[in-house]
């Protein structure tokens, strides 16, 4: 049960990472 908590955990950083940096780039383009 740890071990998938932690691995639910990850995927949640990972996804808000990626959806970070999707939203600096669309920003960043907007913006040139």
Do not use: P
């Not at 908590?5 to 907007?30: G, I, P």
């Amino acid at each position: 049960a740890k071990k998938g908590a932690v691995d639910n955990t990850y995927q949640a950083v990972v996804w808000e990472k990626l959806w970070l940096n999707l939203r600096n780039l669309t920003s960043f383009n907007l913006v040139k």
